[in-house]
């Protein structure tokens, strides 16, 4: 006889949907943006933690938070 067993799988959708809206809610977030128009420039705003968003005529935006 085969016994089956099962796992109870703990309720984490409430603080899946809890971490993602802390994460994911910008209505109140602020933020620097900056542009790069070399890749020095690039790398220079990469490393102090800025990140890539889109080039727009030959110009790189880029953006982090408050």
Request: hydrophobic share 35%; net charge negative; charged share 30%.
């Amino acid at each position: 006889m085969i016994k089956s067993m099962t796992t109870r799988i703990p309720e984490t959708n409430s603080t899946l949907e809890n971490l993602e809206h802390a994460i994911f809610d910008e209505r109140h977030a602020e933020f620097h943006s900056a542009i790069a128009k070399t890749v020095e420039e690039a790398r220079q705003l990469t490393d102090t933690g800025f990140e890539y968003v889109c080039t727009y005529n030959d110009v790189t935006l880029f953006t982090k938070r408050k």
